[in-house]
């Protein structure tokens, strides 16, 4: 799970030294295949329940799930990109919304509440502690800073499968769930608009985008729970 995570993180910040304006999604989507590749890895999402893509990439008022394409990325964008893989058997997934060169305050404001409401989720992830401790410290962090949680997609446990019990609401009341064990290893994965919660699907049937257009960001970590607290396995530094 380790090593998964490692490749994971590095593949995202990959991308991340590619993402400028002019840049397509469907570029970033070669690329990323192709590390694979090159490391005889296997993409986690391609094929998976019919998904056709390396990488989701989600743009602006898109949430989660999009579908690259030959559009070039443009000045003051966002996007989401969601990617995973497979590694002797385990699964790595990450995800990190990226501002394409300069953003505004407000979009700058969003990417640090919803990489924040990520921290805290991850912090209430305590041996002993609760599965819903999780989710009442993303949403508590989101709904303060005025803004909502997705509901309709959660987090979810990872392993030899890439999504796995249990889910992950990203809202709740705490002290409830299953409880939190030394070895679970979750995905953690607020998902925020900036205005309404509501989200619709696109006519591709997996592109969902905001009710209301506004924009929406997305973090997500693979994290080990252990005797210690939280480990996260999806960054460089592990």
């Known amino acids: 799970m380790r090593r998964a995570g490692r490749m994971v993180a590095e593949v995202l910040m ?10 397509t999604t469907l570029e970033l989507d070669r690329i990323a295949e192709n590390q694979c590749r090159k490391w005889k890895v296997k993409p986690a999402f391609k094929g998976y329940g019919g998904f056709p893509f390396t990488i989701c990439a989600s743009p602006n008022e898109q949430i989660v799930h999009g579908f690259p394409n030959d559009v070039p990325l ?8 969601d990617f995973g893989l497979i590694c002797d ?39 002993d502690g609760f599965l819903s401790d999780i989710s009442h410290a993303v949403q508590t962090c989101v709904e303060v800073a005025g803004y909502s949680v997705v509901r309709e997609f959660v987090g979810h446990g990872i392993g030899r499968q890439l999504h796995e019990d249990p889910q992950i609401p990203n809202y709740g009341k705490p002290g409830s769930g299953p409880r939190l064990r030394p070895g679970m290893t979750l995905a953690i994965e ?25 924009r929406s960001a997305h973090f997500e970590h693979t994290v080990a729970i252990t005797d210690n607290g939280p480990e996260i396995l999806s960054r460089m530094d592990v």
Not at 17 to 22: A, K, L, Q, Y
């Open 14 to 23: 990959l991308l991340r030294d590619r993402i400028r304006p002019g840049v």
């Open 89 to 127: 058997g385990f699964y790595g997934d990450h995800a990190i919304t990226f501002p394409v060169g300069e953003v505004d305050q407000e979009t700058r404001r969003l990417l640090e509440i919803t990489s924040q409401s990520l921290q805290q989720g991850i912090d209430a992830a305590r041996p």
């Open 74 to 81: 443009l000045e003051g964008d966002i996007l989401s990109i």
């Open 190 to 214: 607020p998902m925020v608009n900036a205005g309404k919660p509501g989200v619709k699907i696109l006519d591709d049937g997996w592109t969902a985008v905001t009710v209301d257009g506004k």
